[in-house]
């Protein structure tokens, strides 16, 4: 007797049918995906809990009327040979979709190394920042080739500038000495919580250190500042030194 297989290749040795074209068939039930077997009952299932299937109601499924079957299919079954040739058809469709999209895929590429190229100093500069933001901007930009406007470009070239000068910061001073600081604030980070508000002051000295006063609010940004503060501690935030002081003294 022939062997039959499935269309997934397993061997089939179950009730054989024949169509009105007098190919091999045969049925199978179809699962209800609304219904579980839950302490040897059959019910409507609500939901998964702890990975297992659960029901609070106790009615019985809507969908298949509790038998656990909500259809019956036929399908066709096949010789090896057969089995065969449609799997060698199948892979070559596979085979031609995949030349395809590795084509689109590499015509694509080399439209956005084109587009990178164009605007190689933009993305030189991009390139030398590290970090989830910056990463996320090329990626955008490179995937949608949109050109860089100038108000990107502008912040590119300030988050170098700024970690340039971040690099040269270094601690002032020792801890629980007064000090004399000139500078400008360079941002104010104002944060709320159950004792009420608090401005975070970060303040860039004129020689280019940083200092940080957390507590009332010093002036807005961009605004230059003269204070006597005590230093409370010599501290680091993304590689940048800072200086962190209480009490400031306007002067």
């Not at 230093?231 to 940048?240: A, P, Y």
Request: hydrophobic content about 35%.
């Amino acid at each position: 007797m022939t062997k039959l297989f499935t269309r997934s290749g397993a061997e089939y040795s179950g009730n054989v049918q024949f169509n009105a074209k007098g190919k091999p068939t045969y049925t199978y039930d179809v699962a209800c995906t609304r219904c579980h077997v839950i302490n040897g009952q059959r019910l409507y299932v609500m939901g998964m809990l702890n990975g297992q299937p659960y029901s609070r109601t106790g009615f019985d499924c809507y969908a298949c009327g509790n038998t656990g079957v909500i259809s019956t299919k036929t399908a066709p079954l096949y010789t090896a040979e057969k089995l065969a040739k449609l799997n060698a058809a199948s892979d070559k469709r596979d085979a031609a979709k995949s030349a395809k999209l590795a084509a689109i895929q590499a015509e694509h590429q080399a439209a956005k190394d084109a587009f990178v190229e164009m605007h190689k100093p933009f993305f030189d500069t991009l390139d030398g920042l590290t970090g989830e933001f910056w990463q996320r901007l090329r990626n955008d930009m490179t995937n949608r080739m949109k050109t860089p406007t100038e108000r990107q470009i502008e912040l590119v070239n300030g988050e170098v500038a700024k970690r340039q000068q971040n690099a040269t910061s270094t601690h002032i001073g020792t801890i629980g000495e007064r000090v004399e600081i000139v500078g400008t604030i360079e941002r104010i980070i104002t944060t709320e919580n159950f004792y009420g508000i608090k401005h975070i002051n970060i303040i860039r000295c004129n020689n280019g250190n940083v200092v940080v006063y957390r507590g009332n609010y010093l002036g807005g940004k961009d605004d230059s500042i003269h204070i006597m503060a005590t230093i409370t501690e010599h501290g680091e935030h993304n590689g940048t030194k800072q200086t962190i002081v209480q009490r400031p003294k306007i002067i």
